[in-house]
């Protein structure tokens, strides 16, 4: 069985960070394991607090994964704080994964700033020509590229830009008003379109890190990067379309809608199983 890893925090509410990227991967047919780089108290109308891992606690996670289940993938998310930036990227270069997911989780939707201006300076600087992918949104890349990005054509520049700063493939995502649920994947100098159609669904909390961590488990499989972008973009559209519905605010996508079987029903479908072949065994 493949492995993966997600670096990122903890969603207490399940939605997104660590919670979502597990269970993804899992859906993705992967074993995934997890480094903690924070706990946060939230659930889907918002967050309440948020407590780093210390730099030497993190650096003690990726020790124990990387030297017992080595991954076969890694996807980074949210991270705020430059000294775990720096530690998680000196242990990149040290094991030196074959792919490595990154989700530059800077800018809110609400187009708010996530992480401090001294992270993002790290980030780019350290994390960031780590990867072999980079996952922006657009208010993300129009921070990476320094660029506006109002139409299809901007964010082939912006992505473009991107990618030849920091060598390596970038899957810009649409939405914020500019190709609504289309991306673009631009590397070697060569760009390529994931048209979707929007699904109206407002529980899209946590949808960023599934579908980097959807990327990445497919890469951990052994698919290529376009297809793999294809089958996260196919996965995250069918968790979406499957309208759950939890919470009071943006609540969550329904992670498990492709599993079945036995140990997923629930015990008003066993009820009603059992009924069912009394019926048969009377007749």
């Known amino acids: 069985m493949k492995t993966a890893l997600t670096i990122a925090g903890s969603d207490s509410s399940g939605g997104a960070g660590i919670q979502a990227d597990i269970k993804t991967m899992m859906a993705n047919g992967v ?30 996670e990726l020790d124990e994964v990387f030297t017992d289940i080595f991954p076969d993938a890694v996807k980074i998310g949210m991270v705020s704080d430059s000294s775990l930036i720096r530690v998680i990227s000196e242990r990149l270069r040290h094991y030196r994964p074959a792919y490595i997911v990154v989700d530059p989780v800077m800018v809110a ?71 609504d649920a289309n991306d673009l994947l631009y590397r070697d100098d060569s760009f390529r379109w994931f048209r979707g159609k929007r699904i109206n669904n407002p529980n899209t909390h946590g949808t960023g890190c599934t579908l980097s961590s959807a990327i990445a488990a497919n890469l951990a499989k052994g698919f290529g990067l376009d297809l793999s972008v294809q089958r996260a973009k196919d996965y995250i559209s069918g968790a979406l379309s499957a309208m759950l519905d939890l919470g009071h605010g943006s609540g969550p996508m329904n992670h498990a809608y492709c599993f079945t079987g036995t140990y997923m029903e629930d015990a008003h479908f066993q009820k009603e199983q059992e009924e069912a072949g009394h019926e048969q065994t009377d007749k």
Do not use: W
């Open 31 to 60: 074993y995934a394991m997890s480094a903690i780089t924070a706990m946060t108290a939230q659930n889907t109308t918002g967050v309440t607090a948020i407590m780093n891992a210390t730099p030497e606690f993190l650096k003690e």
């Open 109 to 179: 939707t609400s187009g708010a700033r996530l992480i401090s201006e001294d992270a993002i300076v790290t980030l780019k600087q350290e994390l960031l020509p780590l990867s072999t992918i980079l996952t922006p949104n657009i208010p993300e890349a129009e921070v990476l590229s320094k660029m506006p990005i109002r139409s299809e054509d901007e964010m082939v520049a912006a992505a473009a830009c991107i990618s030849d700063r920091y060598h390596c493939a970038v899957l810009c995502k649409g939405g914020h008003k500019v190709s």
